[in-house]
């Protein structure tokens, strides 16, 4: 059974381990011994201290904090859980998710956004800034905070790419929205957020 540590930094002002970083850990993690096709990340919970990643379901389900299917280079189906661990976070880096929405064109009747140029920032971190900034113009007057509960990535871009397009395509009463998200018109899977 394969297990492994991460370590993180809070982003900007969070007080818990951002969606973003644990993707963008995943796959630096798995680069070199898994098919970066098919991967779904689906989020149970928040982590407030490090986590680590095993083959092993955890007995008590309150200690999951993600879940992450893809597939090995033999074609196997494999399932890591997140797991929270007695580490604390003591590091912190900014991350002003504004600049990314700044190089967006935003189309509410279409319910889409699109961001054209290089942000700077990584493939996850543009999915999830755009689908937070279309989801607060979309909805300005419900109360909450929408979290990234799910990322379903048919084919992995290792580097960011552009046009990238996000088309809301369902609301299910907030608990749950699904936007499809597109690369030159070719869909690369599927981001879900919630608002609590």
Same mark, same amino acid.
């Given at each position: ?5 991460? %370590? ?15 993707? @963008? @850990?995943? &796959?630096?993690?798995? %680069?070199?011994?898994?098919? *970066? ?15 680590? &990643? ?29 797991? %929270?661990?007695? @580490? #604390? ?13 700044? *190089?967006? &064109? ?46 379903? #990535?048919?084919?992995?871009? &290792? ?11 369902? @609301?299910?009463? !907030?608990? *749950?929205?699904?936007?499809?998200? !597109? ?9 879900? !957020?919630?608002?609590?």
């Amino acid at each position: 059974m394969k297990e492994y540590n991460l %370590e993180f930094c809070f982003k900007g002002n969070r007080t818990y381990v951002h969606g973003t970083d644990i993707y @963008n @850990n995943l &796959i630096k993690l798995f %680069e070199g011994e898994m098919k *970066l096709q098919n991967f779904d990340l689906s989020f149970h919970g928040i982590a407030k201290r490090n986590i680590i &990643i095993t083959e092993e379901k955890p007995r008590d389900e309150k200690t999951l904090k993600f879940l992450c299917k893809l597939i090995d280079k033999n074609d196997s189906k494999k399932i890591f859980y997140g797991i %929270e661990n007695s @580490n #604390i976070i003591e590091c912190r880096y900014a991350y002003p998710e504004e600049d990314i929405c700044k *190089l967006s &064109i935003l189309d509410l009747k279409q319910q889409e956004i699109v961001l054209t140029e290089n942000s700077g920032y990584s493939f996850v971190e543009n999915c999830v800034a755009l689908n937070k900034f279309l989801l607060e113009n979309l909805f300005p007057d419900v109360n909450g905070k929408w979290y990234f509960t799910r990322f379903q #990535i048919k084919d992995i871009p &290792i580097e960011s790419c552009y046009p990238l397009k996000l088309i809301l395509k369902s @609301n299910f009463n !907030f608990k *749950l929205t699904k936007t499809e998200i !597109f690369h030159n018109d070719k869909s690369l899977g599927f981001i879900y !957020f919630s608002l609590v």
